[in-house]
């Protein structure tokens, strides 16, 4: 998918959202299919919670129509873009989070058996909180490089578009969001 969102011609994708912008519902659909997949995988993969990131999933494109409709569009990338909105609630979210006191019984995560060993599922439930908590601690450039690269699988080249950096700011972010997640994840100190 990501080769269709990344190879088709910017001149059909700022035809679509044009449309879009005029309440055209079939370009909204289009738009809809082609990027919901990706930025729902990438909030999910941040937040590892599947309702609350299909709520946020929505409201990137409500953000994104609100944006268009108002001409506060985008200006380079337009999947960058979308992807900007979807960082910036997650954001909003973290920081709402940190204000609560508790936890809902409600709000904790799903945690499906599946006819597995319940002991197998509760040990890979335990390493992927380990690994969010991880990323969480990580600067938010450092977070947003390790779940686009290794969470989502984009390339360098991608990512750096996404993100509106350069292939070595990215490659630099990289390495030091890496190091900083192996030395949390060891119990030490990031750097």
Not at 7 to 33: C, F, G, K, N, W
Not at 52 to 66: H, I
Not at 131 to 141: G, M, N, P
Not at 147 to 157: A, D, K, N, P, V
Request: glycine residues 4%; negative net charge; aromatic residues 8%.
């Amino acid at each position: 998918m990501l080769q269709t969102v990344m190879s088709s011609s910017p001149a059909d994708e700022v035809t679509l959202v044009e449309r879009a912008a005029q309440s055209d519902p079939d370009a909204i659909a289009s738009l809809y299919d082609r990027y919901a997949p990706k930025i729902y995988s990438y909030i999910y993969h941040r937040l590892n919670d599947p309702l609350l990131a299909e709520d946020l999933t929505g409201q990137v494109f409500l953000r994104m129509l609100e944006a268009l409709r108002s001409e506060r569009g985008w200006h380079s990338s337009f999947s960058g873009w979308l992807f900007r909105i979807a960082h910036n609630l997650l954001i909003d979210h973290y920081r709402r989070r940190s204000q609560a006191g508790f936890v809902d019984i409600e709000d904790t995560p799903h945690l499906p058996a599946h006819n597995a060993d319940p002991y197998q599922v509760a040990v890979a439930h335990l390493e992927s909180r380990a690994l969010l908590e991880a990323l969480h601690q990580l600067t938010e450039d450092q977070a947003q490089v390790i779940t686009l690269r290794f969470l989502e699988g984009y390339s360098i080249q991608e990512v750096a578009t996404l993100m509106a950096k350069s292939e070595g700011a990215i490659k630099a972010l990289q390495y030091r969001a890496v190091n900083n997640l192996r030395r949390l994840l060891m119990g030490e100190e990031p750097v």
